[in-house]
T-cell receptor, first 112, second 114 residues
C-alpha cells in the first residue's frame, strides 16, 4: 500500500477554513512537508514541520502533527479561490538521501 | 534568480525513440532528483544523485537513464525500453545541509508519446 495517504478531494466555500489530512508510515521521518501544485506547474513548498514539533503556524497556514498516530494536517484559514490546487503531503526517507515519498495529492476546490 | 530550469516544457516522442529531458540548477545544490507524476498518483522517484558522478536508482528506474557530469546538471533520458512514458516529469534539488532539507522543484516537462 501507499506510504503516504491523503483524501483525494476537498471542496470548500471562499472564506471558510480548509483542512487537508494525511497519514504516513515512516516513524523515522525527520521532516514532513506540504507542497502545492497549480495546474501544469511544478511543486511549490508551502511549509514543513520537524518531527519533534506538534504545530507550526505560518500566516494562514497551520500544520498539526500527531506523531503517535502518524497523522499530519494542513489548515488553511480564510480560504481564497487562489488556493485552489493540488496539495501534496510528503515524508522523508533518510536512507535514500532525503528522498521524499509523496501522497497522491488532495484536490482543493474553492467555490466563490 | 536562483532556481531549477527544466526544458523542454512539452516534448513528443515517437515509438522506439529516446528523448532527453534537461534539468539545470544554479542553487549550488549537491543532490538532484527526477520524479514522474501520473494523474491521480503522487510523485514517484525515478533516479537521484547525491553528488557529482554518482547516482542511484529510485522506485521506477526501468527504461530511464541519467548522468551527473556537472553539479548543476542532471539530464534524464527516457529510452525506448520505457513502455509507458507519457507523464509529467519533475526535476528537483536540495541542499542537504539546508534548513529543513527543503527540496525545490522545477516547473516540469510534459512528455507525450505519439
Amino acid at each position: 500500500g501507499e506510504d503516504v495517504e491523503q483524501s483525494l478531494f476537498l471542496s470548500v466555500r471562499e472564506g471558510d477554513s480548509s483542512v487537508i489530512n494525511c497519514t504516513y508510515t515512516d516513524s523515522s521521518s525527520t521532516y514532513l512537508y506540504w507542497y502545492k501544485q497549480e495546474p501544469g506547474a511544478g511543486l511549490q513548498l508551502l511549509t514543513y514541520i520537524f518531527s519533534n514539533m506538534d504545530m507550526k503556524q505560518d500566516q494562514r497556514l497551520t500544520v498539526l502533527l500527531n506523531k503517535k498516530d502518524k497523522h499530519l494536517s494542513l489548515r488553511i484559514a480564510d480560504t481564497q479561490t487562489g488556493d485552489s490546487a493540488i496539495y501534496f503531503c510528503a515524508e522523508t526517507k533518510m536512507e535514500y538521501g532525503n528522498k521524499l515519498v509523496f501522497g497522491a495529492g488532495t484536490i482543493l476546490r474553492v467555490k466563490s | 534568480d536562483g532556481g531549477i530550469t527544466q526544458s523542454p516544457k512539452y516534448l513528443f516522442r515517437k515509438e522506439g525513440q529516446n528523448v532527453t529531458l534537461s534539468c539545470e540548477q544554479n542553487l549550488n545544490h549537491d543532490a538532484m532528483y527526477w520524479y514522474r507524476q501520473d494523474p491521480g498518483q503522487g510523485l514517484r522517484l525515478i533516479y537521484y544523485s547525491q553528488i557529482v558522478n554518482d547516482f542511484q536508482k529510485g522506485d521506477i528506474a526501468e527504461g530511464y537513464s541519467v548522468s551527473r557530469e556537472k553539479k548543476e546538471s542532471f539530464p534524464l533520458t527516457v529510452t525506448s525500453a520505457q513502455k509507458n512514458p507519457t507523464a509529467f516529469y519533475l526535476c528537483a534539488s536540495n541542499d542537504r545541509g539546508g534548513s529543513g532539507n527543503t527540496i525545490y522543484f522545477g516547473e516540469g516537462s510534459w512528455l507525450t508519446v505519439v
